[in-house]
């Protein structure tokens, strides 16, 4: 299991909540691996999650960019989609879909 707890990663929203809870946590580190390079597409607006987000790929050393999108469609079922070309990953961020659909 992957200690999360300290760093860039306990990073909390106004009510103390972490922004990124252990399952998402888990998953990016998972889906991650092996890339170097994130290009971040979000669909919505909470600079707060994005910055959270940010600082996990840093620890994780994966540099990234970031833009925002209107809307796909179809409307994303999950919050997070991985596109994987050579060693950066395209990750978009459905932040209107609840965490718990990944």
Known sequence: MLD????????KNVDGAPLLDDQTLTLLARQLRGTTHAKLRFIGDDRDFEHALANVLLALGISSESEHIADVAPSPQRRFSFRYEGSTVIVTVALEVAADHY
């Open 4 to 11: 999360w707890s300290m760093g860039p990663m306990a990073d």
